[in-house]
């Protein structure tokens, strides 16, 4: 089983910055999809980012220009750095990485964004 922690959450001020972490128990370098995702309350999860093996990424319309998907694959890590940040991005941001035959979720982390 395949573990995935997230940290860097918390509270911020509208228009501050945050970086989310989520750090995987096995070598990302052959993941083909990551991903972060958030879920607001009364809400459905919905994706945020997401980077392919390859580079290649995608972003919600709701947060291109102000969040960047990055991963590092020796640290078996990828990344959300959010900029710009706005009370409607406030949620429980989720990760997901997907290999061949194999996909794992981590736990969440809260991001709260309010004055």
């Known amino acids: 089983q395949v573990q995935l922690v997230e940290s860097g959450g918390g509270l911020v001020q509208p228009g501050g910055s945050l970086r989310l972490s989520c750090a995987a128990s096995?070598?990302?370098?052959?993941?083909?999809?990551m991903g972060w995702y958030r879920q607001a309350p009364g809400k459905q999860r919905e994706l945020v980012a997401a980077?392919?093996?390859?580079?290649?990424?995608n972003y919600a319309d709701s947060v291109k220009g102000r969040f960047t998907i990055s991963r590092d694959n020796a640290k078996n890590t990828v990344y959300l750095q959010m900029n710009s940040l706005k009370p409607e991005d406030t949620a429980v941001y989720y990760c997901?990485?997907?290999?061949?035959?194999?996909?794992?979720w981590g736990q969440g982390t809260q991001v709260t964004v309010s004055s």
């Open positions: 997901n990485v997907n290999w061949i035959g194999l996909f794992s």
């Open positions: 096995r070598s990302i370098s052959s993941a083909y999809y």
């Open positions: 980077i392919t093996s390859g580079g290649s990424t």
